[in-house]
C-alpha cells in the first residue's frame, strides 16, 4: 500500500519536473506567448497531486505506526498487570517479574542483531 502510494508521488513529482525542464529549456517562447501563468499552474498541478498522494502515504504509515505501538504498550501493560498479580498472589517475587520482563527485552535485541547479521548468507 505505501509502495503504491509512494510509486504514484514520485511519478507526480516527476511529470512536475518534466514540466519546469520543458519550460525552462524554451522559456522565450512561453515569455513571448504569455504562458507564464498557464505553466506555473500547468506546474502547481502537478505539485497538488504529489502532495496529495504524501499526505495519504503519511496518514497510512501513522496509522500502522499507530497500531504497532498501541499492541506493543498493551502487551507491556498486560505482562506488567499479570506479573502484579502474580506478586501479589506469592507466586512470584518482584524481582523475579522485572527479570522476566528485561530478560523478554534482551532476548528479542539479541534475535534482532543475530538475523541483521545473517541477511546477506
Known sequence: ML???TGK?????????AVAEEVISSVRTVVAFGGE???????????TEAKRFGIRKSRASGLGLG????TMFSAYGLAFWFG??????????????ITVKYSDGVTH???RHVSRS????
Open 3 to 5: 509502495t503504491g502510494m
Open 9 to 17: 508521488e514520485l511519478d507526480s513529482y516527476a511529470r512536475a519536473a
Open 37 to 47: 501563468k498557464k505553466e506555473v499552474e500547468r506546474y502547481t498541478s502537478h505539485l
Open 67 to 70: 497500531c504497532v505501538y498501541v
Open 84 to 97: 502484579a498479580k502474580m506478586v501479589a498472589d506469592g507466586d512470584m517475587t518482584a524481582g523475579g517479574m
Open 109 to 111: 535485541r539479541h534475535c
Open 118 to 121: 545473517h541477511k546477506g548468507q
